[in-house]
């Protein structure tokens, strides 16, 4: 196996592995303060049904996977982190949270699947960032179409080959 390859194969595995094993904790951007007290709430974990929020939640959650999207690690980013190509970049590890974060509010909101899809298209799509999160984002993005195949078909041309390979290689998406 080459040297490139081993790294994704590395870059890979550790986004999915640390994207299963522990549930991200929400971020500044995920939580709000209810008006009604300072107590502050997970905007993604309450069920749409029993809040009187709702359409805040949702531009919370179009807000954070924007700001994920932007703060994906870069190939460039990488390169200059530096270190061994043995172990996880930094940057890898702090984007599978937020990736894990997208994950669990689409499971837990199927309402919001329209906006995740289109951040998973946009992140397995760029270029510039690392390819085994291209995979990731590939992977969950194959799971959503899977379970809508009348709204929405994808095709392996649209996607770099080796992104698309990658992507079929890693473990079925949990949702709960």
Not at 63 to 80: D, G, I
């Amino acid at each position: 196996m080459s040297r490139k390859n081993a790294a994704l194969w590395s870059l890979a595995l550790a986004v999915v592995l640390f994207w299963s094993l522990k549930p991200a904790a929400p971020t500044a951007v995920a939580t709000t303060t209810l008006a009604a007290g300072t107590k502050s709430v997970d905007v993604f974990a309450e069920p749409l049904s029993k809040s009187h929020a709702a359409p805040k939640q949702h531009a919370v959650f179009e807000e954070f996977s924007r700001s994920v999207l932007a703060n994906l690690p870069t190939v460039e980013a990488m390169r200059a982190e530096g270190g061994s190509y043995q172990f996880t970049p930094k940057s890898t590890l702090a984007a599978s949270a937020s990736l894990g974060q997208i994950a669990e509010s689409l499971a837990r909101h199927p309402e919001w699947i329209t906006i995740g899809m289109g951040f998973y298209d946009e992140c397995a799509r760029r270029s510039d960032v690392v390819q085994a999160v291209r995979a990731v984002c590939l992977h969950h993005l194959k799971h959503w179409a899977r379970k809508q195949p009348e709204v929405t078909t994808l095709h392996p041309s649209d996607y770099p080959e080796e992104v698309w390979h990658l992507s079929d290689s890693l473990p079925p998406v949990r949702t709960r």
